[in-house]
Structures are given as structure tokens and as C-alpha cells.
């Protein structure tokens, strides 16, 4: 079944018109991705790739079209705005890949979402994919940034917070043979739409996804609630990485969110979380889908 | 970002929370000006550092202390020449210390009680925190540790922000009554609106304190800024203090690149915050030591990993440099070019090992390889790591 996303997602994309936006909306299509419209206030009338409707606004895409997500590539000033304009349209998946906005704006917007039908996912995140069953994994559903070659439709679940991170986990399983039936990439910032837990509930209730592969960072303690969640209530094996042993404490690590804050917060204290709980830790990123294959059985 | 103590002051100034009374000086002859403008207060002078620990610190050039009171105007001359353009040593510097440029003359307050302010972004509930404490002036991880009863957080809402029911109870838990407990409320509000109005990520004021003729001061500030919200902020922006910073870190920031420098001599290019700091774990697990952090991003440019590569080999610690690159919006090639060019303008005196995979990895790989550079490729991020943790020795 695959979570959040399949071939059958109708996606828009706000700030389709944008250098970044245009590029990865390209490269969706290219996938095979049912990217049905766009978004660009002031450009309603004009067509992308010249088959991809673009409005001006979330509303009026979503009316015309039936897309039920949207990937927003609008720059830190404006995507709070764009995240709350989806929201409003009513958009039920809403991917934000832009990196940088104000966290006093994701706390604001965050607080609004509740009790809306909208899951947010990111933002700074590499987005969603559910692999195809094409030749390297055409016909899937990619929203986001990340290459689509490097993945394969299959059993495992993988959520992480880095993106270049869960490309490196998702090659190591396709290069064994084993697919992923989902990717999803939650982002780097501290408040953010969905986090770990959401996410292995997903994976846990879903007939397609057998094993999971979870990866984390130094800062928050979001991991470590995914984990105590994780012991009770998983039944599918996880296996796990935590970056950042080497992070000095008190400076943001690039991502917003990965700046230790305390002693329980470091990567040593979070793998070791994991590894109380029944997760596999492995303790080098060149090994997560080999420690995945030990603690599966495989 | 950090700021001075007396940049602090400015924007208590501007949101009304009281601080001591205090003038800030660059030279000899500045300092006792502004002792003179506070004839007949009780002063000290302060040296204006990034760092804590000063009052128990000391000069390289003898000076004991770099906070002091001072008896006349004459005094805070000489104790300024003593520390004007000196290096300061606290437990917060290091051994090198910092060298102090300015130094401020401020009132020194007679003290009846210290307490603890602080407001900061609370990840678990996403919302403003304020903690308060009848403990201040010591370490507050310390009573977290001993006396974990006497730290009082009060949860903001995101969107009402601070209530005026919020306020009373913080003065309940410290006890307060009367005019001070006024004060205080009031102190409470403007802090509130400056962190909120200014982006704040953390605004520590320990200790905040109450003094014998009644009044509420807010005697030690400690700022973080939300980076990502700097844009909005120039007026802050302004008060960067580069000469603070690590000079390759000043260099990085001035090409949007993410670096921060560590110790080790192994230094790392890559692209994604996750990676990076991977790489750095995986370096140190193969018996290396990462030199930095560098994040160069996904949109970098041939020019920005040009100069990302530069501030690398202008450090002289490194003896080896690994990138390891996993394009999904970095382009391989693009990375492949900005090294050659950055190696042909500086030379590669020290081992460079490759490792790229991704978006556009096929042309990457041909480019480096018809470079003529001396450059060992991998295929994957062990194999690079070892490689570079060899090639160092």
C-alpha cells in the first residue's frame, strides 16, 4: 500500500515557476510523478513543461484539478504563508522543502494546522517518495528533491531527517535488493509537521512495509519517543542511525534542529534509546541497510 | 549569533527592561568620560567579551580580572588601558583567549536578591517557554540538578502570547509582592516582546535582580537569534562581532556556505547537514579526526565549492581532505569543477579522496578523473573514509 503517497497521487506544486521549484517539478514528472498543476501568484493562464496547468492560487489548482498534495518551493519569507494558503484549499498532504524559514513562523503555522484535515510533512525536507515498479523505480510518486533512480518499490519503510542521509540508506537496500515502500523525509528543523513517530505508526499499520529503517540527529528528543512508542507497539523489525557523535555541543550542526541542547540529546544517549527499545543501532551510516538485513533475519 | 553585553543593553533600552546604567568605551580616554557622566554612582568596568567567566579571568599581560570596580574617573582609565587591545583568558575562551575591544563602565548595583529569567523556544510543546527561578546568580543546570523544585516553566501559547493571569502566577512562584512584584511584571512583559518581536531563540538573564532601594535589573544577558529569521533583522545583524569568530567560519559565512570548525586535521566537503555530520562520525570511527563541519548545501555553486575548498586548505591543521557527495539537487559535475578550479589555483599539497554518488555522478566522475589532479576516488562513504584516515596517517 505504501503510506502518504502512491502512482496515484495528484500532486501541484507552489513556486512552480521558481529555478528550484521548476527543476524538481521537471524531474518529478520526468518519474512518472501525476504532478497535475501549478502555482505561481501572477502566473495563472501559463503552462509548465507545456502540459501542467499553473493558477495563482492553491484554491483554484486544487478545484480544477483534484490534486489532494502539494510540494512547496517558495523562499523562507513566504513559505509559512504558502503552507497556511494550502491548509485553506484544504490540501491533505502538504511536503514543504524549503530550508530557512523563521522557526517563530513554523510555531505559528503549526498551532493553525491543528485540527485541519492538512498533514504537514517538513519543512526542510527532502520530501516523500513511493518508488514505481518501472525501470529504476519509474511510475512512482516523488515529491521533493531526491534522485529517483536510487530507488526500488519494496518492503521497507525509511524516515529520517536528512536528506543526502536517507539517499545513502536507501542506495545501500537497493543495491542488496531490497525496495523501499516508502520514503519520507521529515526535515531538519525543530518544529516541523510530522515527526519520526507518526511516521513508524504509519509504517507499523501498513500491509506493505515489513521492516523499517529510521535515521536521526543530535538535537530534540524525537527519536527517543519513536523508540519508547516503538517497544510496545511495533511489531516490524527497525533498524537505526544517529548522526552527529562528533557534533561539539552548543553549535547548530547545519540543520536547525540539530544542535545539542542537553546530555540526553547527544547521538551517544539517543543510540542508546534505540538499543534499549529493540532497535538495531548501527554504528556507521555505511552500514544501515546491512544492520537492517541482520536484525530482520534476512 | 552572539552579541556584546553592551549591545544587550541597547535592546533592553529599546524594550524597556531595566539594566544598569552604563556606557560603553574604546579607549582610555572614553572610559573615564563615561565615568565622569556617573559622578558620585558606584561603578565598575567590564570587559566586553563573547564570553562568560570574566570576572574571574585574567590578562595575558598580568591584568588580573576583567571585571573590576573602579573609585574615579582617573581609575577607569587606567584599568581600560590595562585591557583595551589585551588578550582576556576566562574557562569560556580556551587558552587563547579573546582580545577585548571595548569595555563598558556600568553602575554597580547593590544586590538584595538574584533570581533567574529565562525565555526560550521549547521544542517538545512548539511554543515559547519562560523559566524563572528564585535561584540565580550560579549555574542553572546546577539547581536543575540539586533543587529541581525551585524551577518554575510556564508554557507560552503560540498564538495568545504572554497572559496577564502567566505573569502573576511566575510572581507567585518567586514570591514577590508589592512594587517589586509590579516591576517585575512589567520587566516580564517587555522581555516577552523582545524576544518575540526580535526572533530570539534563547534570552537567559542571570541573574535578574532586586535591589535594596527597590528596584528590578536585569544585570547579565545571554542572547541566541533564530539564524533563519536574520533577514528580518538587520538592525541585529549589525551588532555581528566577526573579530569573535572563528576566521574560517567569518570566511564561510561570507559565501552562504555552512562550516564550523573543529580540531582534528581530516577535513569534509559535503552536501546535506545528515551527511556531513555522518561523515564526520564515520572519519572519527576509522581512527581520524575531522577537522570541520561544511555543509556546501544542494544549490552550491562551481564558485562556492571553489571557495569552500580554499577555507579548507587555508586551515593549517588539515593534512587530508575527503568529499563525500550524494547529489539529489547537488549536480556531481558541478562539484568535480569546483574542485579542479580550487585546485588549480592553490595547488593540492595534501591527500584529496573522493567520493560521489548521485545526480549527474557519471560526468562528475569523468571530470575529475580527465583533471590530472592526484585524486583517489571511493565508492562508498566507508571506503572513502578509510581511505583518507590512511592516506593521513
Known amino acids: 500500500m505504501a503510506i502518504l503517497i502512491d502512482e496515484n497521487t495528484k500532486v501541484l506544486v507552489q513556486g512552480i515557476t521558481g529555478s528550484f521549484g521548476g527543476k524538481h517539478a521537471q524531474l518529478s514528472l520526468d518519474y512518472g510523478t501525476k504532478l497535475v498543476a501549478g502555482v505561481t501568484p501572477g502566473k495563472g493562464g501559463q503552462k509548465f513543461s507545456d502540459t501542467v496547468p499553473i493558477f495563482d492560487t492553491v484554491s483554484q489548482a486544487v478545484n480544477e484539478t483534484g490534486a489532494t498534495a502539494s510540494a512547496i518551493f ?29 522557526v517563530m513562523d513554523m510555531m505559528r503555522v503549526k498551532e493553525a494546522l491543528k485540527g485541519s484535515k492538512s498533514r504537514l510533512v517538513g519543512p526542510n525536507c527532502p520530501g516523500i517518495v513511493t518508488p514505481g515498479l518501472g525501470e529504476k523505480s519509474h511510475g512512482g510518486c516523488r515529491i521533493g528533491i531526491a534522485p529517483g533512480y536510487i530507488h526500488k518499490r519494496g518492503n521497507v519503510g525509511v524516515v529520517s531527517r536528512s536528506g543526502t542521509l536517507t539517499y545513502e540508506a536507501v542506495f545501500q537496500l537497493t543495491q542488496m535488493g531490497y525496495g523501499q515502500s516508502t520514503c519520507v523525509g521529515i526535515g531538519g528543523d525543530p518544529i516541523n509537521g510530522t515527526n519520526h513517530l507518526d511516521v513508524l505508526k504509519m509504517f507499523n499499520d501498513d500491509d506493505e512495509t515489513e521492516a523499517i529503517i529510521m535515521i536521526g540527529e543530535i538535537g530534540g528528543n524525537a527519536e527517543a519517543e519513536a523508540a519508547r512508542w516503538a517497544k510496545d507497539n511495533c511489531k516490524k523489525p527497525i ?23 542537553g546530555e540526553d540529546d547527544t547521538a551517544e544517549a539517543k543510540k542508546k534509546i534505540l538499543a534499549e527499545c529493540g532497535i538495531a543501532v548501527s554504528e556507521t551510516p555505511s552500514d544501515m541497510a546491512k544492520t537492517l538485513m541482520e536484525v530482520w533475519g534476512k | 549569533m552572539n552579541i556584546h553585553e553592551y549591545q544587550a543593553k ?22 573615564s568620560a563615561a565615568a565622569k557622566e556617573f559622578a558620585g554612582a558606584k561603578l565598575v568596568i567590564k570587559a566586553q567579551v563573547h564570553a562568560g567567566g570574566r570576572g574571574k579571568g585574567h590578562f595575558k599581560n598580568g591584568f588580573q580580572g576583567g571585571v573590576h570596580l573602579i573609585d574615579s574617573p582617573e581609575q577607569a582609565a587606567e584599568f581600560a588601558g590595562k585591557m583595551l587591545n589585551e588578550t582576556l583568558v576566562t574557562v569560556q575562551t580556551g587558552d587563547a583567549g579573546r582580545v577585548v575591544r571595548k569595555v563598558m563602565i556600568a553602575e554597580a548595583v547593590d544586590i538584595t536578591h538574584e533570581y533567574y529569567l529565562a525565555i526560550l523556544m ?55 509582592s508589592g512594587d517589586v512584584a509590579k516591576q517585575f511584571g512589567k520587566t516580564l512583559k517587555n522581555l516577552y516582546k523582545l524576544f518575540i518581536d526580535c526572533d530570539c531563540s534563547m534570552l537567559e538573564i542571570n541573574p535578574l535582580v532586586t535591589t535594596p532601594d527597590g528596584r528590578v ?15 528580518r533583522h538587520p538592525d541585529i545583524v549589525a551588532m555581528r562581532d566577526k573579530e569573535e569568530e572563528d576566521p574560517r567560519e567569518v570566511a564561510a559565512s561570507e559565501y552562504d556556505l555552512n562550516y564550523i570548525g573543529l580540531d582534528g586535521n581530516i577535513a569534509c566537503l559535503v552536501n546535506g547537514a545528515g551527511l556531513a555530520m555522518a561523515t564526520m562520525d564515520i572519519i572519527k570511527h576509522y581512527g581520524g579526526e575531522p577537522a570541520n563541519f ?57 591527500p584529496l579522496v573522493v567520493r560521489l554518488e548521485g545526480n549527474n555522478v557519471e560526468a562528475g566522475k569523468a571530470t575529475l578523473a580527465a583533471s590530472g589532479l592526484d585524486i583517489v576516488t571511493a565508492d562508498d562513504m566507508a571506503d572513502g573514509a578509510q581511505k583518507i584516515v590512511k592516506a593521513v596517517g
Do not use: W
Open chain 1, 74 to 102: 517558495v523562499p523562507p519569507p513566504f513559505a509559512a504563508d504558502a503552507i497556511l494558503e494550502a491548509m485553506d484549499a484544504g490540501v491533505e498532504l502538504i511536503v514543504c522543502i524549503t530550508e530557512g524559514i523563521p
Open chain 1, 239 to 261: 533498524a537505526g542511525f544517529i548522526a552527529g557523535a562528533t557534533a561539539p555541543p552548543g553549535r547548530r550542526m547545519g540543520h536547525a534542529g540539530a544542535i545539542v541542547g
Open chain 2, 217 to 231: 535589573l536585569a544585570l547579565d544577558a545571554k542572547f541566541g537569534f533564530d539564524d533563519n529569521a536574520l533577514y
Open chain 2, 10 to 31: 541597547e535592546l533592553f533600552d529599546r524594550f524597556q527592561v531595566p539594566s544598569p546604567q552604563g556606557r560603553v568605551a574604546a579607549s582610555p580616554e572614553e572610559a
Open chain 2, 294 to 350: 561544511l555543509d556546501v548545501g544542494g544549490g552550491a555553486s562551481k564558485e562556492q565549492v571553489t571557495a569552500a575548498f580554499k577555507i579548507i586548505l587555508g586551515d593549517p591543521n588539515v593534512k587530508g581532505i575527503l568529499i563525500n557527495i550524494f547529489g539529489g539537487i547537488m549536480d556531481c559535475n558541478v562539484i568535480a569543477e569546483g574542485v579542479i578550479a580550487a585546485a588549480k589555483e592553490t595547488g593540492l599539497p595534501i
Open chain 2, 122 to 176: 521549547d521544542r517538545d510543546t512548539c511554543a515559547p517557554v519562560i523559566v524563572a527561578s528564585t535561584e540565580g546568580g550560579m549555574s542553572i543546570e546546577d539547581v536543575a540538578h540539586d533543587t529541581p523544585e525551585k524551577i518554575f516553566r510556564q508554557v507560552i501559547h503560540p498564538l495568545l502570547g504572554l497572559q496577564a493571569y502567566e505573569i502573576r502566577k511566575i510572581i507567585a512562584e518567586l514570591g514577590l
